[in-house]
């Protein structure tokens, strides 16, 4: 069944004059894992953050399990700078606040690693545990919940145990290696149970041995906790090893995408990368 | 040592606290200067608690506290004077519009009360705002509801810039304690239950918390909230303490006062807070009065000291804090008897920063 999770429908998101992303269109489908590449600047974190709320697009809307979930059109100002196609296509807003994007299941973790600081490795995930609650401020605080409370600790020292990371548990989180952040915060993003994962740059500051482990930890955890994944990604080796499909984009604008073989014989792809190699 | 050990020791030390207070009431006179500290380090204990739930815990930058206290303050003030006295404090306004009095302990909580829906009303538009300019934002509401209070137009009920005085008020340091240490101890365990992970998610990073499926506005909402509740009871508690209130104290200086507390007894630790209320206090209604006041040695007149000068010497405190002593006296960290313990036993305990876990 090869129905899509998430679906990018020409969306645009403009800056002010700077397109970052341009006229979009992708699809993700159940239980792949896709790969976002392109040059640094390319537009891929932007166009993360029009999947999960934390900027309206532009223009054009996002599916999610074939709803739509978020939607826009040029407005106010805009209306003015827009300079893309599609405008008249979408006449709703739906500008949902990022929380509720999460409560639908889409996680995601971050390029810059965004774990809470001043929190154990136990705390960052416990608070995943927050949105599914059922108990008020009132019964929270007097502690009338007492067995929500032990669900919740469970569920998370649960997670922490599948994930291999019992024995940082209670380690200040960004006191950790940085592969173990990385991981950590993978696992944060999972203790909000997702259908769809969103990794921007797994891999980034990781030496060749945790690439390594990191590869084989996204396919596992893929199957473990039947996931659709869509990464972003520059280490070429684990993009290329385990990504079903590839989207390229440059400059804001998809240039290529297929298969890994297809997407790394397309010369498109190779002068943009070759175009930015010139530019260092 | 075991958590129903700590429970006990702990329950023990706050028993025998009150009844040295008890004892200590039937042996001193009422007006020692002892009981007047106590009983404003209680207040203000409760009110910088109140307000490290903001800037320690969910990281809200917000400079209203003294505005909530006046709400409550007057809350309080006008619910509770007894229907014959009226004639005579509202003499500007006919006996005022109220005409009925109810029981302190429920105009505590109406104080409260009010105070939590002036901030709800507030945070609305807010809220939204980041850190410099909510601070700016809140800051410019206390003074606004400061000068609504005083509005001659409201005389009626707030007796406009006039004096409210002539309700009761519970004259024992012990009420003060309990009252206070039972709504400190309710922001604790607030703190500790899975609201309060959500606001310390909040502090460390708006936006990881949003991916965390925490809807931001409604949890900066509630935080706001209850804290302006808080300070709504802290200023009703005032209120009683003074016998009299009037809005033109509630000034902006009183915020920074309170802000002073919590920077000293370190932002984001609850009894940091409180032990530097009582500090606070000590120094400024006791020990550092002389500081305010003309003093002649024989026939010398030392120079500097004057009415404000304790103001001058606060201010160069504030500023050595800042530059040299950043976390305050606890930093984020608490103090607890099993933390006294575990040092004296030379045993470890890891530490946590962020809040721990004890009252
Ligand atoms: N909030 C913003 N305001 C203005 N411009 C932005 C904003 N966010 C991103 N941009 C611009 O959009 C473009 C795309 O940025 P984006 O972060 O999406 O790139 P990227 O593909 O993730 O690059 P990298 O590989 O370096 O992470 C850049 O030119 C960037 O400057
Ligand atoms: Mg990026």
Known sequence: MSENVLKIDHVTMQFGGVVAVDDLNLEVNRGEIVSLIGPNGAGKTTAFNVVTAVYPPTNGAVYFEGKR????????????????????????????????????????????????K????????????????????FTATLHLNGSEEAAMRKEADRLLHILELDDVRDELATSLPYGKQRRVE??????????????????????????????SFIGRIRDDFHLTIFMIEHHMDLVMEISDRIYVLDFGKLISHGTPDVVQNDPKVISAYLGVQEDE | MSKKKEIIINVALIGGLLLILFI?????????????????????????????LLNGFTGLFSLGQAGFMLVGAYTYGVLTIPVAERANVYMYFDGGLIQFALHPIIAIILAGALAGVFAYLIGLPVLRLKSDYLAIATLGFAEIIRAIFQWDKLGPITNGSNLLRSYP??????????????????????INSTYGRAFKAIRDDEVAAEAMGINLAHHKRIAFVVSSFFAGVSGALLAMYQTSVQAAMFKSAMTYEILLIVVIGGIGSITGSCISAFLFIILSEWLLRFLDTDTYIGS?????????FRKVVFAVIIMIIVLFFRQGIMGTKEFSISGIYHKITGKKKKEVKGGGADE
Do not use: W
């Open chain 2, 24 to 52: 200590l009431e039937r042996f001193l006179p009422a007006t020692s200067m002892l009981f007047t500290v106590l009983k404003k380090g209680a207040i203000y204990a409760l009110v910088a608690v109140s307000m490290n």
């Open chain 2, 300 to 308: 010398f007149h030392v120079p500097l000291l004057r009415s404000g």
């Open chain 1, 186 to 215: 993978i696992a944060r993003a999972l203790a909000t149970k997702p259908s769809l994962l969103l990794l921007d740059e797994p891999a980034a500051g990781m030496n060749p041995q945790e690439t390594v482990e990191l590869t």
């Open chain 1, 69 to 116: 979930v978020v939607e826009n059109h040029p407005r106010g100002k805009m209306k003015k700078l827009y300079n893309g196609g599609h405008a008249d296509e979408y006449m709703k807003t739906i500008q949902p606040t990022p929380d509720k994007i999460t409560k639908l299941g889409i996680a995601r973790t971050f390029q810059n690693i965004r774990l809470f």
């Open chain 2, 169 to 190: 008020s519970y004259k024992s340091v012990l009420f003060y304690f309990v009252a206070s240490g039972i709504c400190i101890a309710l922001i604790v365990m607030m």
């Open chain 1, 118 to 137: 001043s929190q154990t490795v136990f705390d960052n995930i416990l608070i995943a545990e927050h949105m599914r609650r059922t108990s008020n401020l």
